[in-house]
């Protein structure tokens, strides 16, 4: 279906951080825009002001600048995410309505980054879609460790289990959120819904929050 994936070559990790950046974001123009098959590395080297041949000098293929791009907007993304999900205090559930909202902080700090995780994480082929965003998982040990220690998940709880449930539920709403389906306002709303779904699902005692 794609080319094999190769690492960016040295040559391109010893650019300049500008040169570097430059690149990169051309990438992620091109890659959120037209997706992988339909993207060009001639439009690529123009956008970046390179010439094509530069390219092939810091990558094997197109697929090596596809993953450097995703790599590289993923971390900023996941950076973000995480700073997110621990602001404002209050419980793991708290958190977990946080993610959901993630998409608003993320289109309005990383407009680029937002197009290129939907590009990404909803319309590609299954299977180079798979590869990236199971390296992706949004709530992993620490979520549930955070949750455990103070009481608020039920004792005993499947963290395989949990844990898809959790990421289905969150990236359907960020499916939604940055597709352009919902509003800020209905985003919230829904937010709000599934986090006392998810709430009475995994909580310790099993109630939902008095508003």
């Known amino acids: 279906m794609t080319h094999q994936s190769h690492p960016a070559r040295p040559t391109f990790l010893q650019l300049a951080s500008n040169k570097r950046e430059r690149v990169l974001r051309a990438a992620m123009q091109e890659f959120a825009g037209h997706g992988f098959e339909r993207a060009n590395l001639d439009r690529i080297a123009a956008a970046a002001h390179v010439p094509k041949g530069s390219l092939y000098q810091y990558f094997d293929n197109k697929r090596a600048c596809f993953d450097a791009a995703v790599q590289h907007a993923f971390g900023v993304a996941f950076a973000q995410f995480i700073t997110h999900l621990r602001r404002g205090g209050g419980d793991v559930f708290d958190e977990f309505r946080r993610a959901l909202l993630f998409p608003l902080a993320l289109q309005r700090n990383h407009p680029l980054i937002a197009d290129l995780y939907f ?17 992706n998982s949004l709530f992993q040990d620490d979520w549930f460790e955070r949750g455990e220690a103070p009481g608020a998940l039920r004792p005993g709880l499947d963290r395989g289990a ?11 709403v960020h499916f939604l959120a940055l597709s352009g389906a919902l509003t800020a306002g209905k985003l919230r709303k829904l937010a709000t819904q599934q986090t006392e779904f998810v709430r009475l699902a995994l909580g310790a005692d099993g109630k939902r929050r008095s508003p």
């Open 162 to 172: 949990a844990g898809f449930l959790l990421d289905a539920v969150a990236n359907r």
């Open 119 to 135: 590009r990404v994480g909803f319309l590609e082929p299954g299977e180079l879609r798979s590869a990236i965003v199971a390296r």
